[in-house]
């Protein structure tokens, strides 16, 4: 599966109702494009270095990604809403990981994105070492409802670092990832210190993208088994 993530950040000017035909057209689009899924909202309060809102797609492979992209409700009505709203836009895609799924059916719920970069001149073996810890969150921390670490396949606008990581996860609430998550054990005594820059396992860049919004149906559900582990 392709995935695809915009942080769109707004102009100073744009008309709010600009904003809101834009989050309704992505929103609709799974009736117009060949999307598996599809969602937009504003970006939640506490993310970082997001933009002001989010677009996330999930297409079948990369042909249809591409078509969906040369599609007449793009052309006509998302592309020219994205130009009335916003300054600038940072867009990754990626082939979806594998996922960690609890809950299949998650409704209502938040998503989370972690967009970070890598030292490339890290050792592979560090490297998965590093992503054994990451992915290994979904099994230690509850409140993590469904999570997926990917590799980025390409990115266009970046306003940061060349990102090489992508993780996801879904919460109930924002609760979820505010509280519980932030603040266990396993979180800031196994993977805090690959992010520290003043701790000697750091690799991860400081110019990372976290973003939360709203979420009305879980998109890592779609390629993962429930109760399946996350490699």
């Given at each position: 599966?392709?995935?695809?993530?915009?942080f769109v950040h707004l102009r100073p000017d744009a008309d709010p109702s600009d904003v809101d035909r834009l989050l309704e057209a992505v929103r609709s689009a799974d009736r117009e494009l060949d999307v598996l899924a599809g969602d937009a909202a504003r970006t939640a309060r506490n993310s970082y270095r997001a933009g002001d809102v989010m677009l996330l797609g999930a297409f079948a492979d990369g042909d249809t990604a591409a078509r969906a992209r040369e599609h007449p409700f793009v052309a006509s009505v998302i592309r020219p809403l994205v130009a009335a709203c916003a300054a600038h836009v940072e867009t990754v895609a990626y082939s979806q990981g594998p996922a960690t799924v609890r809950e299949p059916r998650l409704a209502d719920a938040v998503h989370r994105t972690l967009l970070l970069h890598v030292d490339p001149a890290t050792d592979p073996p560090i490297v998965e070492r590093f992503e054994h810890d990451l992915a290994g969150m979904s099994r230690h921390i509850e409140s993590i409802r469904n999570a997926s670490l990917s590799h980025v396949g390409s990115m266009t606008g970046s306003l940061g670092p060349p990102y090489t990581h992508v993780w996801e996860q879904e919460f109930d609430d924002l609760e979820g990832l505010t509280g519980p998550y932030m603040r266990h054990a396993y979180h800031w005594s196994v993977v805090d210190p690959w992010f520290d820059a003043q701790?000697?396992?750091?690799?991860?860049?400081?110019?990372?993208?976290?973003?939360?919004?709203?979420?009305?149906?879980?998109?890592?559900?779609?390629?993962?088994r429930p109760g399946e582990p996350t490699p």
């Open positions: 599966m392709i995935r695809t993530t915009a701790a000697p396992q750091a690799i991860v860049d400081r110019q990372l993208i976290h973003a939360a919004c709203a979420l009305r149906h879980s998109i890592l559900a779609l390629t993962g």
